[in-house]
């Protein structure tokens, strides 16, 4: 069985086990036009053009994903050591860590009690069972409002979600400050001019 078999597999047993389409793309980190494509297009057929990121060595792992969150904290650390910030002294501090559900959540939350910071959790948009999509952050953490923030998820794979995070965050009296992901599969380097932290950026060369 080749990767992109196990792959159309993998979707294929996650949509039979209720996962919705936008689920199965956060759990594969890929693109909603790949998943549609493994969920209904032929073999034979060329598959869009996307990486797939499989981390769960690490993701499964609560002790490597803890050493994981502390490298995030680091890049970081050193990006507003160096200058890589254009924010000012003190405008780069945080006092709030927003995880977007789902696979963002373990990550903020070790993220969160490294950096002694509050944590709030975000539900996308596309994740609502409404028939008018809205996101949301949990009323079961803490909230955002009046709060200085850093946006956390795992993968970067079209940038859609952490736009709309950062247009609630405003909207709701939170300054968003940064956005920490694992894996940048964009090259993104601001969203809505919130700068974007990646621990890796994953380029394809065709």
């Known amino acids: 069985m080749t990767s ?10 996650l949509l039979s086990d209720g996962h919705s389409p936008e689920q199965i793309g956060d759990e594969l980190s890929l ?13 034979g057929e060329e598959a869009p053009k996307d990486v797939h990121i499989d981390w769960t060595a690490t993701s499964a792992d609560a002790r490597m994903l803890d050493l994981t969150t502390e490298m995030m904290i ?20 945080f006092d709030t860590v927003v995880g977007i559900s789902l696979s963002g959540v373990p990550v903020a939350t070790l993220i969160a009690r490294g950096t002694g910071t509050r944590l709030a959790i975000y539900h996308p948009a596309k994740h609502s069972p409404a028939q008018k999509k809205v996101g949301s952050v949990s009323g079961s953490f803490a909230s955002v409002a009046g709060r200085s923030c850093i946006i956390v998820d795992d993968v970067i794979t079209t940038g859609k979600t952490l736009h709309e995070v950062v247009e609630y965050l405003r909207s709701h009296g939170a300054k968003p400050i940064a956005i920490w992901v694992l894996f940048d599969k964009r090259g993104v380097k601001a969203v809505e001019g919130v700068p974007v932290f990646p621990l890796y950026t994953v380029s394809r060369i065709d």
């Open 31 to 43: 693109s909603m036009e790949t998943v549609t494509w493994l969920l209904t297009q032929q073999r």
């Open 74 to 93: 680091r890049r970081y650390e050193i990006a507003v050591e160096e200058g890589q910030i254009p924010l000012r002294s003190g405008e780069a501090d």
């Open 4 to 13: 992109l078999d196990e792959l159309i597999n993998k979707a294929q047993i």
